[in-house]
């Protein structure tokens, strides 16, 4: 029986993603983030993914009837303001998510994990053209560059201008778009939103070495704080500036990969 002492109106950011039991990403990082920006925290578990700093091992995907039976129980109890994906490793879990975004009355900030910093590389054709259908749901897709070019069929020349990238993906249906700079090369990290009406850019410099569960943390503060009512602009403004002290203060609770730690966030 339900806790009648329990506030039915604390907002909730919802998670559906893998689990990494080493605890840098996924869906402990982003209820980490929503926690941090007191936000209720929910999770749908899609994967089991064996890994640590080091290395992916592998990936388990979740039967869809089982992440639907998740789904279902988060939203017909909490009060889920945004919903973010991670790691959605079959095509089927991907088609699925888009068919049930359909009836969300809350944004979706969709984070489009083709690949891992470790190197556990899952991308398919079919993956890759469910991903393209479920962007056009999306209130905001948040790629990097390496996923942006598998989004878009082709390999990213380095020089290329991420204006035109983010505008080529906008093309696709994406909504809004966040390219993040981080895959780049330089003393400098650029990253680029579109917004639907224009283009803003953020330049920071770059932090030398690995560092693990960035994306996850990133897409996750954003998406809280469109939960939130934040205006996109800033959400993205503040949660880049989070980041970044995020990977100042990264631990190393392994052998490989630093972890980045998340403190007070800007407001």
């Known amino acids: 029986m339900g806790d009648s002492n329990i506030d039915q109106h604390v907002k ?6 893998g689990f990494d039991p080493s605890g840098g990403a996924g869906i402990s990082a982003d ?3 929503f926690h941090a920006l007191g936000l209720h925290g929910a999770s749908v578990l899609t994967s089991i993914v064996p890994q640590n700093t080091s290395c992916v091992i592998s990936i388990s995907p979740i039967e869809v009837d089982l992440v639907e039976l998740q789904l279902d129980a988060v939203l017909k ?15 089927e879990l991907v088609t699925f998510i888009g068919v ?8 979706l900030v969709v984070d489009p994990v083709l ?4 190197g556990g590389g899952h991308s ?5 053209m469910a991903f393209k259908k479920l962007m056009q749901r999306a209130y905001l897709l948040t ?4 996923e942006a070019g598998l989004l878009l069929g082709r390999l990213l020349e380095p020089n290329e201008d991420p204006k035109d990238i983010c505008m080529e993906l906008s093309h696709l249906g994406a909504s809004n778009v966040l390219l993040t700079g981080g895959h780049g090369t330089g003393e400098m990290v650029l990253d680029t939103l579109w917004d639907g009406n224009g283009i803003l850019q953020w330049n920071s410099p770059r932090i030398e070495g690995e560092h693990h569960g960035t994306g996850c943390m990133l897409s996750s503060l954003i998406a809280g704080r469109i939960g ?19 990977i100042q203060e990264a631990v190393s609770p392994g052998k490989g990969a630093q972890v980045v730690r998340l403190g007070e966030q800007s407001t």
Do not use: H, R
Not at 124 to 128: D, F, I, R, Y
Not at 143 to 146: Q, S, T, V
């Open 143 to 146: 790629p990097n560059l390496p």
């Open 124 to 128: 398919t054709e079919k993956l890759v």
């Open 31 to 33: 209820t980490f983030s």
């Open 12 to 17: 909730t950011a919802l998670t559906i993603g």
């Open 77 to 91: 109890d909490l009060n889920v303001v945004v919903a973010k994906t991670g790691l959605l490793a079959t095509p």
């Open 228 to 246: 939130l009512g934040w205006k996109l602009e800033k959400s993205v403004e503040s949660s880049l500036l989070d980041v970044a002290k995020a």
């Open 115 to 118: 690949g891992t910093t470790m």
């Open 100 to 107: 049930k975004a359909q009836e969300w009355d809350f944004p």
